[in-house]
Structure formats: C-alpha cells, structure tokens
C-alpha cells in the first residue's frame, strides 16, 4: 500500500536522523557507545562558532545551561570571551576563565550569545568597548542571541532594534525604550535574532537553538541526554503566577538596579534618537 511505504520512509529517515543526532552528542557518550554502523551513516555538519559573553557577576546558570547545550554540538569551537583574561567572577563566586578577548575573538560567528546578570548587565550597557565588539560581531553572525538581562546589552548594541524580543520578567519592558518589541515569551524567535527570558530558560533557548542548527530529532536527543523533563514543586516561576507579596518582595529586594537599568536603557534611547 502507499501509505505503508510512506511509513517505512519516514521510519527511515527517523532511524537517520537519530543515528546522526548520536553521534553529534558523543562527547557525553563513553568511546563505543554508538555503534559503528551506525556512525559510518552519520551526515557531515559544519563546525559552529559560538562567541559566549562573559559580563562581569554573570549569573552562573545564564551561562551554563546554553553552554551544556552547545557542548552537544559535535566539534562545536566554542569561545569565552571578555575583554581581557582575567577570570570572571559569577553569582555564586565560581570564577570562569575566558578563552578570548574581543580582539582575539573570531570575526565571523554562527552564534553571538550573551547571558545575564542585572549588575553585570549594566556595567556592559556602559562599556563602549563592549558595545562596538557586539555591534561589530552582531552584524555579521548567523544568530544573535542572549539569555536573561542580556537582551538588555544587545539592545544596547543597537542589535534590537525592530525585533521582537523577550529578558528576565523585571526588566523585560525596559527593551522597548532601545527599540526592541518586548515579548512575554520564554523563547522568542524573530528572523535570527533568538533570546531567552530568566535564567533557566537558557536550558530552553539552548534547544531551541540546537534545534535550528542540526534539527529537531538532534535536540529531541540532547533534551533525554540531559534529562530535562522540569516539573517544578511550586507554581510561583512568573509574577502572573506567583504570591502577590512574594512578587512585591523581589521587587522591592532588586528596586533599586532595575531602576539603574532603566536609566540607563533611557539614556542610551536618547543616544539612539541622536
């Protein structure tokens, strides 16, 4: 029957495409663990490179969880990069080494990523060494991208401007003022510009992006690779959802840099308007 012929194709390509999803994860795999046959049918892929901004204070999980995914991308050339060497210190004191700086950095990238960290943020948002490394990168790389309080640098860069976009829930309409369309979404797409709201959405973005870069049967297996099935204990992960007063303590607890942040993205509108 046709129909049944249809099935055993896609059955097929399904057993393709998992075969070469496997073997772009190997890295987390011991030596051995995919079959050869199976690897002799493997589908060659082009070796991304990933510029990840480190800013100073960097909450640690903004970091880690895109970077757990893009170490799933087989021979992926991944860079750490800040504007000198020195080691960056993250929100819970766990110093990270970069591997680049701006001057040492690729010029041509598959992805431009920048994670969060209010404060560190900030500091970037004034940093006009910062600022012309993204806009100068930003414009040529295939995605641009960022998780949290990023999206506020990138905005900051001009790198929004006229696209939708989403960042941590405190500061999200804080992107309107640098010309970006804010978005309340966990993971926002528009043409290549892919950003990720608070902190654990970088886990989210990371497939997401893996997705668009070896396909969805490829971040199907990273997602069982790394188990993420997430079932939170409590309802309270977005102000919508969240106590009301438990809303109010955190605003009241982090008032005083999101209203830093503000200034700052009014001053820079200014600048943009200039």
Not at 57 to 79: E, K, Y
Not at 197 to 215: E, H, P
Not at 250 to 259: D, H, M, N
Request: net charge neutral.
């Amino acid at each position: 029957m046709p129909h049944e012929a249809n099935d055993s194709t896609t059955a097929t390509r399904r057993r393709q495409a998992l075969q070469a999803a496997a073997g772009l994860a190997s890295v987390l795999l011991a030596k051995g663990a995919i079959a050869q046959a199976g690897s002799a049918q493997e589908t060659p892929v082009p070796k991304p490179k990933i510029a990840m901004v480190l800013p100073p204070s960097l909450i640690a999980q903004d970091l880690v969880g895109p970077w757990t995914i893009f170490n799933l991308l087989r021979d992926a050339d991944i860079h750490l990069v800040a504007k000198t060497l020195a080691p960056v210190r993250t929100d819970v004191g766990l110093p990270i080494a970069p591997t680049a700086t701006y001057a040492e950095c690729p010029r041509d990238l598959d992805i431009l990523f920048v994670p969060g960290g209010l404060e560190g943020s900030i500091a970037l948002m004034d940093d006009g060494d910062a600022l012309a490394f993204l806009a100068d990168r930003g414009s040529r790389a295939r995605f641009v991208t960022s998780v949290c309080t990023g999206s506020l640098v990138l905005a900051a860069a001009g790198l929004l401007r006229g696209y939708r976009a989403t960042s941590h829930w405190y500061v999200r309409d804080q992107l309107a003022l640098m010309g970006a369309i804010p978005v309340h979404e966990r993971v926002v797409r528009d043409r290549n510009r892919l950003t990720g709201g608070g902190v654990t959405a970088g886990i989210d973005f990371g497939l997401t992006l893996a997705g668009l870069l070896r396909g969805e049967t490829a971040a199907e297996l990273y997602q069982l690779l790394i188990e993420y099935a997430p079932q939170p204990p409590f309802n309270a992960g977005e102000p919508e959802t969240a106590p009301r007063d438990i809303v109010a303590s955190v605003l009241k607890v982090r008032g005083p840099v999101i209203e830093q942040a503000r200034q700052r993205a009014e001053r820079i509108s200014r600048t943009f308007k200039g």
